[in-house]
């Protein structure tokens, strides 16, 4: 049964990238691009995110040393400003991409790359990275939020009305979602959402936004799942995944 | 040592002051001492649904502020024996008492009574942290509509948050035909969401109406209808096992009917 999502917004792509690390977030910029198209392209890419990342910390990336100190800076307090995160490193602000990789041995928390076909974690469960997973034993109430932007989150329980879960990897709740979900939320548009009773309120993944389309409530609730498949969300039986 | 109980909703108006006068006033019929406490403070109502309003001269607040002794605050209700009333200051708001002190005062009823059931006010701020701040359990009160659902879905996490974990849920007002017409959730649907255990479900009663501005806790009056749940809910919350009545079962004969006219279902 396919059901296509009503979708609220468009995605396309944007010169900045967002990547979750265990001490925060990195925000790496295509130097290439005007001032004026980054300051557009991070408002883009946060704006989706809405207050999920308030407190959040984040660390400016380029690829070359193209932008001035000034610009690192104004980027640092627009993002502070709009969207509450925090700049990790205010003293040293700017860290070439080299230099990263070289002295850094963290590896990025990687999705699935959004045109190989069929590739996903559940269908090569050994040649896959292996990845990291929050997981949360209790059901969350009207007002809570979850956020896990290192990977995955799993819920034991329910996602009540007023709830809200973002993970930057997959979701998977174990019992109803009813509130929102957001996976991917660093922008990979090949996460997808999981739930044993899919109603949720709102349903994003990546920069998509969605709402359900009004469907008469199923007397048999079953596992579902969530993805992207071309620009659209799509709900699908989770045996035919 | 008796137990505190607070009586909270998040959501206005669905019957939290007339479930703790009814309620008390059937615990101290089954002989407990009990002692109501309106910690709506600026708004106080509990006195007024249980008829003491008259009698109240001093307050919650004149205890805090040293003008009178906690014993001497406390009104009795004449009708029946054991069943005292701790009312609510009218001209001072929800800032002027602070958790501590309202928390001192119920440890201090405690000691002397079976039961303290605390009246929150509606809403999640201070007067909530108040009300909860002495409790180690909670009757979460709810109707059966989606808004107020999702208030108590809310507040659970609070409760659940200032370590209470005792929780039980009172679906109020439910009326069986409007659920039979599928306008109204049914208990089940409540339950649902906020599976937690449901220890009465108050059928929707007019009479409730009068007896509030009488002044007359309706379990004096009355055996059947929402006196009834009332009386089941105290006896629930004294331990003993009682199956909640299904009120859907006129419900059902609608249904039956409404299928055979080809309405809708």
Same mark, same amino acid.
Request: net charge negative.
């Given at each position: 049964?396919?059901?296509?999502?009503?979708?609220?917004?468009?995605?396309?792509? +944007?010169?900045?990238?967002?990547?979750?690390?265990?001490?925060?977030?990195?925000?790496?910029?295509?130097?290439?691009?005007?001032?004026?198209? @980054?300051?557009?392209?991070?408002?883009? %890419?946060?704006?989706?995110?809405?207050?999920?990342?308030?407190?959040?910390? +984040? %660390?400016?990336?380029?690829?070359?040393?193209?932008?001035?100190?000034?610009?690192?800076?104004?980027?640092?307090?627009?993002?502070?400003?709009?969207?509450?995160?925090?700049?990790?490193?205010?003293?040293?602000?700017?860290?070439?991409?080299?230099?990263? =990789?070289?002295?850094?041995?963290?590896?990025? @928390?990687?999705?699935?790359?959004?045109?190989?076909?069929?590739?996903?974690?559940?269908?090569?469960?050994?040649?896959?990275? !292996?990845?990291?997973?929050?997981?949360?034993?209790?059901?969350?109430?009207?007002?809570?939020?979850?956020?896990?932007?290192?990977?995955?989150?799993?819920?034991?329980?329910? +996602?009540?009305?007023?709830?809200?879960?973002?993970?930057?990897?997959?979701?998977?709740?174990?019992?109803?979602?009813?509130?929102?979900?957001?996976?991917?939320?660093?922008?990979?548009?090949?996460?997808?959402?999981?739930?044993?009773?899919?109603?949720? =309120?709102?349903?994003?993944?990546?920069?998509?936004?969605?709402?359900?389309?009004?469907?008469?409530? %199923? %007397? !048999?609730?079953?596992?579902? +799942?969530?993805?992207?498949?071309?620009?659209?969300?799509?709900?699908?039986?989770?045996?035919?995944? | 040592?008796?137990?505190?109980?607070?009586?909270?909703?998040?959501?206005?108006?669905?019957?939290?002051?007339?479930?703790?006068?009814?309620?008390?006033?059937?615990?101290?019929?089954?002989? $407990?001492?009990?002692?109501?406490?309106?910690?709506?403070?600026?708004?106080? &109502?509990?006195?007024?649904?249980?008829?003491?309003?008259? $009698?109240?001269?001093?307050?919650?607040?004149?205890?805090?502020?040293?003008?009178?002794?906690?014993?001497?605050?406390?009104?009795?209700?004449? $009708?029946?024996?054991?069943?005292?009333?701790?009312?609510?200051?009218?001209?001072?708001?929800?800032?002027?008492?602070?958790?501590?002190?309202?928390?001192?005062?119920?440890?201090k009823l405690k000691e002397e009574n079976d039961y303290v059931l605390v009246d929150?006010?509606?809403?999640?701020?201070?007067?909530?942290?108040?009300?909860?701040?002495?409790?180690?359990?909670?009757?979460?009160?709810?109707?059966?509509?989606?808004?107020?659902?999702?208030?108590?879905? $809310? *507040?659970?996490?609070?409760?659940?948050?200032e370590d209470i974990h005792k929780i039980d849920l009172i679906i109020n007002r439910? &009326?069986?035909?409007?659920?039979?017409?599928?306008?109204?959730?049914?208990?089940?649907?409540?339950?649902?969401?906020?599976? *937690?255990?449901?220890?009465?479900?108050?059928?929707?009663?007019l009479n409730i109406v009068g007896s509030t501005n009488r002044g007359q806790p309706?379990?004096?009056?009355?055996?059947?209808?929402?006196?009834?749940?009332?009386?089941?809910?105290?006896?629930?919350?004294?331990?003993?096992?009682?199956?909640?009545?299904?009120?859907?079962?006129?419900?059902?004969? *609608?249904?039956?009917?409404?299928?055979?006219?080809?309405?809708?279902?």
């Amino acid at each position: 049964m396919n059901n296509s999502w009503i979708k609220m917004n468009d995605e396309s792509y +944007v010169p900045v990238e967002l990547k979750g690390y265990r001490d925060g977030l990195r925000l790496i910029i295509d130097s290439d691009a005007s001032i004026a198209e @980054i300051e557009s392209a991070i408002k883009q %890419r946060l704006a989706n995110l809405g207050n999920s990342l308030a407190g959040t910390m +984040v %660390r400016i990336e380029q690829q070359n040393q193209s932008l001035s100190p000034q610009d690192i800076s104004h980027f640092y307090s627009l993002m502070q400003q709009e969207y509450g995160l925090e700049s990790l490193n205010a003293g040293d602000e700017i860290i070439t991409m080299s230099r990263l =990789t070289s002295s850094s041995t963290e590896k990025p @928390i990687q999705g699935i790359p959004a045109d190989s076909p069929g590739a996903s974690v559940y269908n090569e469960p050994f040649s896959a990275d !292996k990845e990291k997973a929050e997981l949360i034993r209790y059901t969350l109430r009207s007002g809570q939020m979850e956020r896990f932007l290192e990977g995955n989150i799993i819920v034991l329980g329910d +996602v009540n009305p007023g709830a809200e879960v973002t993970a930057s990897g997959d979701i998977i709740v174990l019992g109803n979602l009813r509130g929102i979900a957001h996976a991917g939320a660093l922008g990979n548009i090949a996460a997808a959402v999981v739930a044993m009773n899919m109603e949720p =309120t709102q349903l994003r993944i990546g920069n998509v936004i969605t709402r359900p389309p009004a469907r008469k409530r %199923r %007397r !048999k609730p079953m596992m579902e +799942v969530a993805r992207i498949k071309q620009g659209n969300v799509i709900v699908e039986d989770f045996e035919e995944f | 040592m008796g137990r505190v109980i607070v009586v909270t909703s998040g959501k206005g108006g669905v019957g939290k002051s007339t479930c703790v006068a009814n309620i008390g006033t059937a615990l101290a019929l089954s002989n $407990r001492k009990v002692v109501v406490v309106d910690a709506d403070i600026g708004l106080r &109502n509990l006195d007024v649904i249980m008829g003491l309003e008259g $009698r109240v001269v001093y307050t919650s607040m004149d205890v805090i502020d040293g003008s009178s002794t906690l014993e001497r605050a406390l009104v009795k209700d004449r $009708r029946v024996e054991n069943l005292k009333l701790l009312a609510a200051s009218q001209r001072n708001n929800k800032n002027d008492v602070e958790p501590e002190q309202m928390r001192d005062m119920c440890l201090k009823l405690k000691e002397e009574n079976d039961y303290v059931l605390v009246d929150s006010p509606a809403g999640i701020e201070q007067g909530f942290r108040n009300a909860v701040s002495a409790a180690e359990e909670a009757l979460v009160v709810t109707t059966p509509e989606v808004s107020a659902v999702r208030d108590a879905d $809310r *507040i659970i996490g609070l409760l659940q948050s200032e370590d209470i974990h005792k929780i039980d849920l009172i679906i109020n007002r439910l &009326n069986p035909k409007m659920v039979a017409k599928g306008d109204m959730l049914d208990s089940e649907d409540v339950l649902d969401i906020l599976s *937690i255990n449901l220890i009465g479900v108050i059928p929707e009663d007019l009479n409730i109406v009068g007896s509030t501005n009488r002044g007359q806790p309706l379990i004096h009056d009355s055996k059947t209808g929402a006196a009834g749940a009332y009386r089941r809910i105290s006896e629930r919350i004294e331990g003993k096992e009682m199956p909640i009545p299904d009120f859907k079962v006129d419900g059902t004969f *609608i249904r039956f009917w409404g299928k055979l006219l080809g309405r809708r279902d």
